[in-house]
């Protein structure tokens, strides 16, 4: 039978249409990005994301791993950036639960996809990889330092330049509340409850006094307010003030403390913005009374991403080894 001839154009017709949808679903194919192919069509994957943020803020950080794994699992071998953040934040939940060397190898990872994405970058002229090379190097410089720290000693005195105030059994603390730079009395309130955990412990030789004005205090505390006020990648600062003593010793003289907030007052903060805040608090009160490095165990307060609310033993050591 005569096929017609109707027939026939509409075939080649839907023959053509066929065709040129093939080709341009390749071609979309081809194009994406691997973030894309992650958060545009990975759903499932942002889900579990954000189940383990949601934990970890929670301080659950086996069900964190757990679901970060899971996300891990449902990204594409190339979705580089995807991955460099994702071994980050299981990075930082594995430290948390006293796994160092697990721990390394996720910082590892997440090294490697940071650098993949620099790599990358030279056959895409243009792309802006600022923000991957500042973490590749900060990744590979902190990796190297783990290899010759020991997570597991009493303390870590080892750790970074410790300092100290002459007189650690007076210590004036100065908490700004001014709206455009400092905390409502509530948040205030808290900065102090986590500053009181370094005099609290047994055998502390910390005391600490609060004090009504900037002048005269030893340590100063402030909300961040502007950019460039705390360093890349962080929550918090904290600068010291020295001076040269009688035997030629390098003595604090004063600290300024920088914080993030949301807010000035606490009305719109929720329980993990109070936590964050007052973990911010313990680890900067830390280093202004003159612990300069930060300790390699994810289960100690100064930790580099402590998401701890209380100080641990090594903690408390390493304080009382200071001003012995």
Same mark, same amino acid.
């Given at each position: ?5 109707? &027939? ?35 759903? +499932? ?25 899971? &996300? ?26 006293? +796994? ?59 750790? *970074? ?33 986590? #500053? ?32 460039? +006020?705390?360093?890349? *990648? ?17 003595? #604090? ?15 719109? #903060? ?22 300069? *490095? ?24 390493? #304080? ?5």
């Amino acid at each position: 039978m005569i096929k017609p001839k109707v &027939a026939i154009q509409d075939s080649l017709r839907i023959s053509r249409l066929s065709l040129a949808l093939a080709t341009l679903v390749a071609a979309l194919i081809t194009v994406q990005p691997a973030h894309a192919l992650f958060f545009g069509y990975n759903q +499932q994957a942002e889900a579990y994301k954000q189940q383990g943020e949601a934990a970890q803020e929670a301080q659950n950080y086996d069900m964190a791993i757990n679901y970060f794994t899971s &996300a891990i699992n449902c990204c594409p071998y190339d979705a580089a950036q995807n991955l460099a953040d994702l071994y980050y934040v299981r990075a930082i939940a594995t430290d948390a639960t006293g +796994q160092y060397d697990r721990a390394t190898r996720d910082w590892q990872a997440s090294h490697d996809n940071f650098q993949k994405c620099v790599d990358q970058a030279q056959y895409n002229p243009g792309t802006n990889v600022a923000y991957d090379k500042e973490y590749a190097d900060d990744l590979q410089r902190m990796i190297n330092w783990r290899s010759t720290e020991n997570p597991n000693t009493p303390n870590y005195m080892e750790c *970074g330049p410790m300092k100290r105030f002459a007189t650690p059994g007076s210590v004036r603390v100065y908490v700004d509340t001014t709206e455009q730079s400092g905390f409502s009395y509530d948040l205030r309130y808290l900065i102090f409850q986590a #500053m009181y955990q370094w005099c609290s412990f047994s055998g502390s030789p910390i005391r600490m006094e609060q004090w009504s004005t900037p002048e005269g205090a030893h340590i100063i505390v402030q909300r961040a307010n502007a950019p460039g +006020q705390i360093g890349f *990648g962080a929550g918090g600062q904290t600068n010291n003030q020295d001076s040269v003593n009688a035997a030629g010793q390098d003595i #604090m003289t004063k600290s300024f403390v920088r914080l993030t907030s949301p807010s000035y007052n606490s009305n719109n #903060m929720s329980q993990v913005d109070k936590n964050k805040l007052y973990n911010l608090a313990l680890h900067e009160t830390g280093h202004a009374l003159g612990i300069g *490095g930060h300790s390699p165990s994810g289960l100690d307060a100064m930790y580099f991403k402590a998401p701890v609310l209380k100080l641990s033993d090594r903690d408390k050591a390493t #304080m009382r080894m200071m001003y012995q």
